[in-house]
């Protein structure tokens, strides 16, 4: 069975250019999530979906970062313009059902750097 | 707000000992609590789920443990080997009136030698 797939495992950048992550999530799931994780940090949700519709933002830093779901098989998280302090690892995870009693899948991340 | 501690510093045991992790979380009474384990350069990979009316529960070499009254988790791992090196992390589910999120611990680093 394929995981979550995220694209691209690596982003090098300037500053204010636009930066595009990819996740395609497990068939069949219904939540999917965008995480960021840090050293100071740890392991931060910015938004999950829930039939691709979007349930909670609230994680999301600021108005640069934007997340869109057109399908069921495919997630976008968007930053725009970069800066250095978004600079981190950004996963994708998905999961079955109620995502308070079911696990989450997680796919490698997508490791940015802004310059 | 809710807080999540897991044991700060790296844990270093010797092959064949039992690993013993801590989560001790405030401030919220979570039903369900997961645990996962992330190597460098992957993402977190789920390992167990145990449910605020279970006491215990084990997989293989692993156990988890849930105390609500004390608002900790001990995660087991016996019979350590090498293999078992890594990060793990705990998670609390922040409820239905959250959407059925998860906060995660920082981690604790495990390193078993041989």
């Known amino acids: 069975d394929a995981g979550v797939i995220q694209s691209p495992r690596h982003e090098v950048t300037e500053m204010g250019q636009e930066v595009t992550l990819r996740c395609k999530p497990i068939s069949g799931h219904d939540y999917l999530f965008w995480y960021r994780q840090t050293m100071m940090r740890g392991l931060e949700l910015l938004i999950y979906f829930n039939n691709n519709v979007p349930i909670d933002d609230s994680g999301m830093p600021e108005d640069r970062f934007s997340a869109k779901m057109p399908n069921a098989s495919f997630s976008t998280l968007k930053i725009q313009p970069s800066e250095p302090r978004d600079s981190a690892v950004y996963f994708c995870?998905?999961?079955?059902?109620?995502?308070?009693?079911?696990?989450?899948?997680f796919g490698d991340g997508t490791r940015l750097s802004i310059l | 707000s809710q807080k999540i501690e897991q044991n700060s510093e790296a844990l270093n045991i010797q092959e064949g000992k039992t690993a013993t992790l801590t989560c001790n979380y405030t401030?919220?009474?979570?039903?369900?609590l997961q645990w996962y384990r992330q190597d460098p350069g992957r993402g977190p990979v789920f390992l167990l789920l145990?449910?605020?009316?279970?006491k215990e529960k084990r997989k293989e070499r692993l156990k988890v443990t849930f105390d609500t009254t004390l608002k900790q988790s001990l995660f087991h791992i016996t019979a350590s080997q090498p293999a078992d090196s890594a990060t793990y992390l705990c998670a609390l589910d922040m409820g239905h009136n959250q959407g059925g999120k998860l906060i995660f611990g920082q981690g604790t680093e495990l390193s078993v030698k041989p």
């Open positions: 995870a998905s999961s079955e059902g109620a995502a308070w009693n079911q696990p989450q899948h």
């Open positions: 145990i449910r605020e009316n279970e």
């Open positions: 401030n919220y009474s979570p039903a369900y």
